[in-house]
């Protein structure tokens, strides 16, 4: 269809993106243009008859639209009585009106876009594997960049024109409802940068679990869904935010920029009863109250998802092109880690005042940063075969060490213990001016203490991961998976157990979980740092025997290299 009406266009599209060529052609025809056009008019219709059917009619009825809040509805604190003026129209507030209509479908329109286009990708890649297509596009010379980014926009086209059919109504309800024109821009562009993040997650998840099937594109949209669904009730409701580190997991939400829409509007936020900006004015980064302005707030949001998204793709083109590969490479790591940290004690530390544990703060801290290490263990952890090649550089260049402490560290093949060891540390010493310096009630040198002790764990669990990976058995990663996951759970199952037989807590029991902050302030300094020595003495241990275990392999592959 296309093909006949914009020849020219099409061909130009061809010559850029050859991928986003074919996926406009094969979706753009004239069967699911009409599906998919009369599905948007016709539910932007019926949307508009339901809200018109709100608007009251009779003088004294109670509603949300009326003018006379000095007589409210009893259990409802914006629902006021409704009269008449003098030409026997009842008075209402048009502008709620269109704002309710505004909000709606704009919350609509992200979870269409977002969830449904999330869907489409996840699940054309996935049909892409199972017709071992993606593997022939692989061989192509084109870029990662070209062929995903092609499917990235071509893929959701249907989603992309249901999307645009509704623009005339949804900017016409905005404008009626007193929302300048520029915030309005501000909110499509917050939703472009929301969509290219949200597909940009929904391409690195299929290429990496490609074990799922045809499930990959249910299981990702209904986590997306669930996500979007949870931070839209705290948008909507939530008048102040937790002040941990949890705020930035609400910044990846695209609604929360309509706060500022609904602000602009000059409407009492008891008469809107949603998205109040009291949850935005109270959101700090380091102490400064840079959200209170709407230009700023923008600018901050578009670059949170700007920067992710950014390394997001450095482990889409990486898996792409190898699916063998580690998911990142160890240097882009490092930076990563810095990325990561410089955002997560900004959210932490929001107020320039006194700190304390029940305020949540440094524990949601190591939340996330227990999240994030094990998602660096997994991304560069290579895989046996891998660590076999890399096995026989030692042996064949043994009196070359620093080659090897250099490939230890860069390396694609190497092991990954003393990577992860550089990134742990890139985090842990960013943290530990902000303990000295920011205002804590509790022991500085036990909050450290902590940290350290969290970072110990850490190593095992990455240690413990990398050797059981050469294992021979063909379920070594799930076996691996397993064993890590129960050195996480353990300690914590068994202090909650010894608290409810005896009701006694066993704080040193936490020094050895992932979570040594939960007990810190039981223990004793003595504690603490034979705690840390114990791990570090396991550490050795288990490192030693990765050692042991690299060496055997490399020296049987060499003698099998001479024997051939």
Known sequence: MLTKMYPRVVDNVGEW??????????????????????????????????????????????????????EVQPYSSNFALCSKDLLDNVQII???????????MSVIGVFVLLVVGSYMLMADVSKENSRNTLNFIRLTPQSAL???????????????????????????????????FSLIIGFYLTLSASCVFFYSVSLLFSLVSEGLGNFQGWFGSMAIFFFLSTMTGVAMEARNFTGTSFDWIIVFNPMIFLAYLVKSTFLSPDTVGYLSFDGLNSLNW?????????????????????????????GIKRRFHNPSETLISKYHSYLISACFIVFNLGFTLQEINSYSRSDGKIISLQI???????????????????????????????????????????????????????????????????????????????IIGGLFLGATMMMIYATVFQLLLMMKNKKRTLIASGVVGGLIISPSFFALMILRESHQSFPLVWLFSAFPFATIHQVSSFAILGSLLTQIMVIIGVNYQLKRVLNKVGISETKMLLEN
């Open 368 to 446: 996330f940063n227990f999240f994030f290490f094990l998602l660096i263990i997994a991304a560069l952890t290579p895989p046996r075969q891998s660590l076999q090649d890399w096995s026989r550089f030692p042996h064949e260049n043994s009196s070359n060490h620093q080659n090897i402490i250099s490939d230890l560290l860069l390396g694609e093949k190497s092991p990954s213990p003393l990577a992860v060891a550089v990134n742990i540390g890139i985090v842990t010493l960013y943290t530990i001016p902000s303990i000295l310096i920011f205002p804590f009630e509790e022991s500085k040198l036990s």
């Open 94 to 104: 048009k502008e709620l009106w269109w704002l309710d209509l505004f909000i709606t």
């Open 17 to 70: 993106n050859p991928q986003l060529f074919r996926e406009v052609k094969g979706r753009l025809t004239l069967k699911t243009i009409t599906i998919v056009s009369l599905a948007s008019i016709i539910g932007q219709f019926l949307l508009y008859l339901y809200f018109e059917g709100m608007l009251p009619t009779i003088e004294g009825s109670y509603s949300r639209y009326c003018t006379n809040m000095t």
């Open 146 to 180: 070209t062929i995903l980014g092609g499917k990235m926009l071509g893929v959701p086209i249907l989603v992309y024109l249901f999307g645009i059919l509704a623009i005339p109504l949804h900017l016409t309800a905005g404008l009626k409802a007193n929302i300048p």
């Open 286 to 314: 380091y102490g400064n109250f840079w959200w209170k302005n709407s230009v700023i707030g923008l600018m901050l949001i578009i670059a949170n998802y700007g920067i992710w998204t950014f390394w997001l793709w450095q």
